[in-house]
């Protein structure tokens, strides 16, 4: 009987574990290359945009010249759409959320909903722009006003608030409700006055995160038709209006024919990630607040 | 005398509390049951938006020459609405972006869910998340001013709007969504798989690939599956950086449209409602809807049929 040939076996080894070190090495390559790409379109951005943001830049007016524009108008218009989507998506989001999770019996049109309410999660964002043009804007004749592109963006981020809601009230240990049920409240009383309030900072973080997402959302807008023109600041919900990220798409596109549009395009950008970083902490701050209570 | 409400009176004035309270808690649950009904209402709006209009447009134009024309001329004399263009123009795109987002995505979540330290994954995971966080007229902005004059380097024919720059950069896009919903499936494998593949001998790359990835196979095809979805629905990359072109071509360094961009130009261009080319509107849209519905249903079939239950 032969011997066993152990030379084979230890080069078989050592390759194994060299294709080991090699592959981590390319795993950890991948990782830091998603780095990379945030760290370049950031400095990208803000080298290009820093030095445009002045005081005259944000309380300013729109402007054809590149030195004179301001975009005063579109930071009132995105804080004027916001004060249409946080009411109206928390009145449906949390409803929404309580019925399903509290009052719907399991069953077929509990699932229902549920099934309905991931499809329109994954429905492109435009096709939400069309409904509300189709919608808002032309059957109901609202014309591209605040309260036109705050309802459909309501409904743009409408599956995302629901499903938060739904998560922070799971969530709500079951013995909160059983002492509120055995001390004799009924259970409109306990949700309003054990479930909510307990459910609130999950709901709030999921809110916030939702109405991020619809500051920065560009298409359903586009499609509404805000228009490039100078537009005088809005007063309110049923004035016409601009958004920071249309004020990026236009500037961007016209950057072929005035150079300096691209830098005004990239300061709105430090602009908005500003506020949506400042959204976004603010979310993490309340989550970690209140994180251990129970 | 202070004492003049009676016991009796006492009494009614429960049983008055006690009846509403009893009628508000028979009123609730249909209140919210009409709540809940709104985002019923959302599909059905979006559903007889889309088809109502679109059957309007498919009077005008035959199904057939909609969906097997090669030429789109919305604004020539003689308008001719063929949806092939658009089609090749987001599958694409679609393909650029996923040749760049899978492979990568996988691997982001191989290595967090397999190879890094949990002090890494801490550092790592924030960042994802910011990467996916950041609006997509962002990344359309840097497709658009830095992407493409750097790929115009290397390839010289390379039109200022062109279909590559945007499809690469979707699919950076799309990697964090990619890695988070495989890193979750991967988690999802026991950690006895593991420690018997380790046991046995072999390296954790060896453990990853014959062990880990097998077993969470359903979630990484379901995660891959969402992102093409993501991919044909994406507007603002492609819109600003891949230009208008209506030919019918799959040349990478020109300007191709796709679905989303045409309805941006059309509702841009101020249609006037009623008119044809605001009519292809719809067909477009509804188009994509059914495209990226079947691939989230797709999506949720893998994760429901071939889910592995441990």
């Not at chain 1, 995105?78 to 999770?101: C, H, K, N, R, S």
């Not at chain 2, 961009?261 to 509107?281: R, W």
Request: with cysteine; charged share 10%; glycine share 6%.
């Amino acid at each position: 009987m032969k011997p066993m040939d152990f030379s084979t076996t230890t080069d078989r080894t050592r390759f194994r574990i060299t294709v080991n070190t090699i592959a981590k090495g390319v795993f950890f390559l991948s990782t830091i290359f998603c780095l990379l790409v945030l760290s370049l379109l950031l400095y990208r951005v803000f080298s290009q945009g820093i030095s445009w943001i002045n005081i005259d830049f944000l309380t300013g007016k729109q402007s054809t010249q590149a030195e004179r524009a301001g975009i005063f108008g579109a930071i009132l218009g995105t804080l004027w759409l916001m004060v249409v989507v946080t009411p109206v998506t928390l009145f449906f989001g949390v409803g929404t959320a309580i019925y399903l999770e509290l009052y719907a019996r399991k069953g077929r049109f509990q699932s229902f909903i549920q099934t309905n309410i991931a499809n329109l999660a994954g429905v492109p964002s435009i096709v939400y722009g069309i409904l509300g043009m189709t919608v808002f804007v032309r059957a109901l004749d609202l014309g591209n006003i605040i309260l036109a592109g705050g309802l459909t963006m309501s409904l743009l981020i409408l599956p995302i608030i629901i499903v938060a809601s739904q998560e922070a009230i799971r969530a709500v240990p079951y013995q909160l409700s059983e002492a509120s049920y055995g001390l004799g409240a009924t259970k409109w009383q306990t949700v309003k006055r054990i479930i909510l309030p307990a459910a609130l900072p999950g709901i709030l973080t999921g809110a916030i995160l939702s109405l991020s997402r619809g500051i920065g959302e560009t298409a359903p807008l586009v499609v509404i038709g805000i228009p490039a023109l100078l537009i005088p600041f809005p007063n309110g919900i049923f004035d016409k209006f601009t958004v920071l990220p249309m004020q990026i798409y236009y500037w961007t596109l016209d950057s072929t024919l005035v150079a300096e549009y691209a830098n005004l395009a990239a300061a709105t950008i430090v602009v908005l990630l500003v506020l949506l970083v400042t959204l976004n902490v603010t979310a993490i701050m309340l989550r970690n607040k209140f994180q251990h209570r129970f | 005398m202070q004492m003049n409400v009676s016991v009796r009176d006492l009494m009614r004035q429960q049983k008055k509390r006690r009846v509403y309270i009893q009628r508000l808690e028979k009123l609730i649950p249909f209140f919210l049951f009409i709540i809940a009904c709104g985002s019923v209402l959302t599909t059905l709006g979006i559903i007889y938006t889309l088809l109502s209009n679109a059957i309007a447009f498919f009077s005008h134009v035959s199904i057939w020459e909609f969906f097997t024309s090669t030429v789109l001329k919305p604004l020539s004399k003689e308008p001719q609405f063929g949806v092939l263009p658009l089609v090749a123009g987001t599958l694409t795109s679609t393909v650029i972006a996923m040749f760049v987002a899978t492979p990568i995505g996988l691997m982001v979540a191989i290595y967090l869910s397999e190879f890094a330290s949990s002090r890494a994954r801490k550092i790592l995971k924030p960042i994802l998340e910011l990467l996916a966080g950041i609006p997509t007229i962002v990344y359309g902005f840097f497709a658009f001013t830095f992407v493409t004059p750097i790929l115009q380097k290397v390839i010289p024919s390379l039109e200022a709007t062109n279909i590559l720059s945007p499809g690469i950069v979707m699919g950076v896009m799309i990697i964090p969504m990619i890695a988070s919903l495989s890193e979750d499936a991967m988690n999802a494998v026991p950690n006895t798989l593991r420690e018997g593949a380790l046991a046995l001998g072999s390296t954790r790359f060896e453990m990853a690939l014959k062990v880990v990835i097998p077993g969470a196979l359903s979630g990484i095809i379901a995660s891959i599956v969402l992102g093409i979805s993501r991919a044909i629905g994406e507007t603002m990359i492609v819109t600003i950086a891949s230009g208008s072109s209506k030919n019918f071509s799959f040349d990478v360094t020109q300007s191709m449209q796709t679905m989303t961009a045409y309805i941006v130009e059309v509702t841009g261009g101020d249609a006037p409602a009623g008119s044809t080319i605001y009519y292809s509107l719809y067909a477009v849209a509804l188009t994509l809807f059914i495209f990226t519905l079947l691939m989230n249903y797709v999506a949720s079939m893998i994760t429901k049929k071939f889910k592995e239950d441990y």
